[in-house]
C-alpha cells in the first residue's frame, strides 16, 4: 500500500495552494487519512485527519479545509490564506488500513511534498 502525493509548491502570503493523495494497492478499508507536517527544526506535527472524527490544528483553522473520498480513496487539504508559518514538507497519513488478508497497517506515510510560502 502507497500513498502518493500531489501538489505544493511556492506561493506569496495570502496565497492557496492545494494538496492531495490517492492510496493505492491491496486494502480493504482506511480508518482516517489526512496531512501532518514538519517545518525544518521543528517535530512533525498534525495539520488535519479525517476518521471517526475530523482533527483540524488550530494554527490552520479557518483557513485549511480538508476532504476526503473514501470510495476513491483519497484526501485532500485546501491551503488558504497561506502564511509564512505554513511552509512546511507536508505528508499524506493513513491510519488504520486494513489489509484483504485481515491485516493492519497501523500508520502509513507518503513520501512529503514541499509547500513554500514567502512573505
Known amino acids: 500500500v502507497q500513498l502518493v502525493e500531489s501538489g505544493g509548491g511556492s506561493v506569496q502570503a495570502g496565497g492557496s495552494l492545494s494538496l492531495s493523495c490517492a492510496a493505492s494497492g491491496s486494502f480493504v478499508s482506511i480508518k482516517a487519512m489526512g496531512w501532518y507536517r514538519q517545518a525544518p527544526g521543528k517535530q512533525r506535527e498534525l495539520v488535519a485527519v479525517?476518521?471517526?472524527?475530523?482533527r483540524l490544528a488550530d494554527s490552520v483553522k479557518g483557513r485549511f479545509t480538508i476532504s476526503r473520498d473514501n470510495t476513491k480513496n483519497t484526501v485532500h487539504l485546501q491551503m488558504n490564506s497561506l502564511k509564512p508559518d505554513d511552509s512546511a514538507v507536508y505528508y499524506c497519513?493513513?491510519?488504520?488500513?486494513?489489509?484483504?488478508?485481515?491485516?493492519?497497517?497501523?500508520?502509513?506515510w507518503g513520501q512529503g511534498t514541499l509547500v513554500t510560502v514567502s512573505s
Open positions: 479525517s476518521g471517526e472524527n475530523l
Open positions: 497519513y493513513a491510519r488504520g488500513v486494513i489489509t484483504p488478508e485481515g491485516g493492519e497497517w497501523l500508520e502509513l
